[in-house]
C-alpha cells in the first residue's frame, strides 16, 4: 500500500470539440501525500478544473492513469472517499441547512457502506452555523453557503477534500475568514485537501504544495514544496515570509505567461 | 406589512365593470333576451339555484376527474420522457401532434367510444390539461445544473435518487405554473363536451338557454362555470403557496 492519496501518471485529458482536439492538460505527473493540503494554481483555463474532475471521476482520463489510494478513481468514489465543494455552493434550496448536510447520507448507498458518519448537526457547528440549522439556503449570504457546502462535504468523513474555487465568488475579508477555518478544519480533521484556486494570497496562506500550472496547452509548471518555510503549514498573512512566498508564485505566472 | 385594504382594489375594478354594463343596457335600450341587467343575473342565480348546482356536479366532477388523470398521465409521460431518450424521441413528436387535434373534433370520437358518460368528458378534460403539464414537467426535471448533477455523481448517486432527490423537487414549481393552466382549461373541456353531447351538466344547460333565449340563466350558467374554475384555481395557489416555500438564489 502506498502512503499517497493520489498518484497521477503521465495523464492528459483531451476534448473533442467542433474546432477539433483541444488539450486541456498534458503529461500531468503528480504524487499527493495523504493529508497533504495541495493547492493547484493557474491562470483560467489551464486545466485546473478539469484535472479535479479526472481526481474525483468525474471525467476519464484521455491519457495515462490516475489512481487514488492505490486503486481506481471510481472504486474509491463508489467507497465515498471523495468529497467535491464546488465554486457555487450547489445547495439544493428545497432542503434547510441541516437537511443539506444530511444529503451525502441518503445516497450512493451510504447505509451499505458500513462506514462511520459525522454526525450532520455537529458538522453544521463545525462550519459556525450553529443556530443556522432550519434556514433555507436563499436566508444564507455566499459566505454562509460555500459554509454550509464544507460541512455537507465533510459529514462522510472523506479521505480526500476536493475544492474547485470554493471561495472564488466571496469578497476578500470573507475569504480570508474562510480560510482560517478551513486550515483549522483540515487540521482537526487530517484530511487530504486539494484545492483549486486563481488566488495568490489564497495559495500561499492554504498550500503546503503548490502546483503551479500553465495554459495552452494545460500543464505543471513547477510544484513549490513550502514546508520549510512554513512550518506546520502555518503563517502570518502579514509578514515577510508571506509576501516571500506570494511574489516568488507571481513570478513563476509571470514566467508562465511569457512561456 | 401589505395594507388590509388591497382585496378592495379587485373588488373595485369588478363593480366598475359591473355597473358599466348595466348602465350600456339601460342607455342602449337592450332587450333582455339579447343582454340582461346584472341585477337580472343575480335573481336568477338565486331562483335557480337547485337546478344550477344540479347541473354543477356532472361538470366539476369530469373537471376534477379529468384534472386528476390529466396531470398524472402527464407526470408519469414526462419521468419516462426524462430517463428514456427513445422513448421520448419515438413518443413526444407523437404527443405533439395529437396536441393539433382541435378538441372540439375529439369529442365526438370520444362519445362514440364511451357514449354520453362521465368517461367521455374526464377524457376531453385530461386530454386538453395533459399537454402544457408535459412540457412544464418536462423543463422542470431538466432544469438542473450541471454543478448539481455532478454533486450527485460524486456521491454516487444512482439514477433513481437523482431523480427523487433531485429532479422531482425542482420540478415542483413548474408543476404547479402547469397545475393553474389546467385548472381552467380542464372546466373548459368538460364543457365543451357537454356542448357535443351529455344529458346533465353545466355545458348542456348553456347550450340550451340559449336557444331558448333563457338568457339570465344562460348568463348565471356561465358566472357559475367561472366560479367553478375560480375554486379550482385557488385550491392550487393555495397548495403551492403551503408546499414551495423556497426560491432559488
Ligand atoms: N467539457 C468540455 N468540453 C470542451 N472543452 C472543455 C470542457 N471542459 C473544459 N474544457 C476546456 O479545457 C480547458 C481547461 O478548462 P478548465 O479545466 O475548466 O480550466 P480552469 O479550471 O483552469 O479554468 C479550457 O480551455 C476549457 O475551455
Ligand atoms: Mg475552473
New interface residues.
Given amino acids: 500500500m502506498t502512503s499517497n492519496a493520489f498518484t497521477l501518471d503521465d495523464v492528459g485529458v483531451t476534448f473533442e470539440t467542433p474546432d477539433g482536439p483541444l488539450i486541456a492538460v498534458q503529461d500531468v505527473k503528480m504524487d499527493v501525500e495523504k493529508g497533504r493540503f495541495v493547492v493547484l494554481i493557474g491562470p483560467s483555463g489551464c486545466g485546473k478544473s478539469t484535472l479535479l474532475?479526472v481526481l474525483?471521476d468525474?471525467l476519464p482520463a484521455s491519457k495515462g492513469t490516475a489512481r487514488v489510494f492505490g486503486g481506481s478513481g471510481a472504486q474509491a468514489?463508489?467507497e465515498?472517499r471523495?468529497?467535491?465543494v464546488?465554486?457555487?455552493a450547489?445547495l439544493?434550496?428545497?432542503r434547510s441547512v441541516l437537511e443539506n448536510v444530511r444529503?451525502?447520507l441518503?445516497?450512493?448507498?451510504w447505509s451499505r457502506l458500513k462506514r462511520e458518519a459525522n454526525d450532520p448537526a455537529e458538522m453544521v457547528r463545525l462550519v459556525g452555523l450553529e443556530g443556522r440549522e432550519n434556514a433555507?439556503?436563499?436566508e444564507l449570504s455566499g459566505g454562509q453557503?460555500q459554509r454550509v457546502a464544507i460541512a455537507r462535504a465533510l459529514v462522510t468523513r472523506p479521505d480526500v477534500l476536493l475544492m474547485d474555487e470554493p471561495f472564488g465568488a466571496l469578497d476578500e475579508i470573507t475569504r480570508d475568514r474562510l480560510n482560517d477555518e478551513l486550515l483549522r478544519i483540515w487540521r482537526e480533521t487530517g484530511t487530504t485537501i486539494v484545492f483549486v484556486t486563481h488566488s495568490l494570497s489564497e495559495a500561499a496562506f492554504l498550500g503546503q504544495t503548490v502546483v503551479v500550472m500553465a495554459a495552452k496547452p494545460g500543464r505543471i509548471l513547477d510544484v513549490i514544496e513550502l514546508d520549510a518555510r512554513k512550518p506546520g503549514n502555518e503563517i502570518d498573512r502579514t509578514g515577510e515570509a508571506f509576501f516571500g512566498i506570494t511574489s516568488d508564485l507571481r513570478h513563476l505566472l509571470e514566467r508562465a505567461d511569457a512561456a | 406589512m401589505k395594507n388590509r385594504f388591497e382585496w378592495l382594489w379587485p373588488v373595485a375594478g369588478f363593480v366598475s365593470l359591473i355597473v358599466l354594463w348595466w348602465g350600456l343596457i339601460v342607455v342602449r335600450d337592450v332587450p333582455k333576451y339579447i343582454a340582461p341587467k346584472p341585477g337580472a343575473v343575480w335573481a336568477s342565480l338565486v331562483d335557480n339555484a337547485s337546478l344550477l348546482l344540479d347541473n354543477l356536479w356532472p361538470t366539476a366532477t369530469a373537471a376534477l376527474g379529468g384534472f386528476i388523470i390529466g396531470n398524472l398521465i402527464a407526470v408519469i409521460l414526462a419521468t419516462i420522457f426524462v430517463h428514456s431518450a427513445r422513448a421520448r424521441k419515438m413518443y413526444f413528436p407523437v404527443v405533439v401532434v395529437f396536441n393539433t387535434i382541435p378538441i372540439i373534433a375529439l369529442s365526438p370520437i370520444l362519445i362514440l367510444i364511451f357514449g354520453l358518460t362521465l368517461t367521455s368528458k374526464m377524457i376531453v378534460a385530461a386530454i386538453i390539461c395533459l399537454f402544457p403539464t408535459l412540457v412544464n414537467m418536462l423543463r422542470g426535471f431538466e432544469s438542473v445544473?450541471s454543478?448539481?448533477l455532478?454533486?450527485?455523481?460524486?456521491?454516487?448517486?444512482?439514477r433513481t435518487?437523482v431523480f427523487l432527490?433531485?429532479r422531482l423537487?425542482r420540478s415542483?414549481p413548474f408543476l404547479f405554473a402547469a397545475l393553474k393552466i389546467a385548472a381552467t382549461s380542464c372546466v373548459i373541456g368538460a364543457i365543451v363536451s357537454e356542448w357535443i353531447g351529455a344529458e346533465k351538466g353545466l355545458g348542456v344547460l348553456i347550450i340550451q338557454t340559449t336557444f331558448d333565449y333563457r338568457t339570465e340563466l344562460l348568463y348565471a350558467a356561465i358566472a357559475v362555470s367561472s366560479a367553478l374554475a375560480l375554486v379550482l384555481f385557488m385550491a392550487v395557489t393555495l397548495a403551492e403557496r403551503f408546499l414551495?416555500?423556497?426560491?432559488?438564489?
Avoid at chain 1, 106 to 109: E, K, T, Y
Avoid at chain 2, 244 to 249: D, I, L, Y
Wanted: aromatic share 8%; net charge positive.
Fill in positions: 474532475r474525483s468525474l468514489r463508489k465515498r471523495l468529497s467535491f464546488f465554486q457555487d450547489t439544493l434550496p428545497w444529503l451525502p441518503q445516497v450512493g448507498r433555507l439556503p436563499h453557503r | 445544473s454543478s448539481e455532478e454533486l450527485m455523481r460524486v456521491m454516487s448517486a444512482s435518487e432527490r433531485l423537487p415542483v414551495v416555500r423556497w426560491r432559488t438564489n
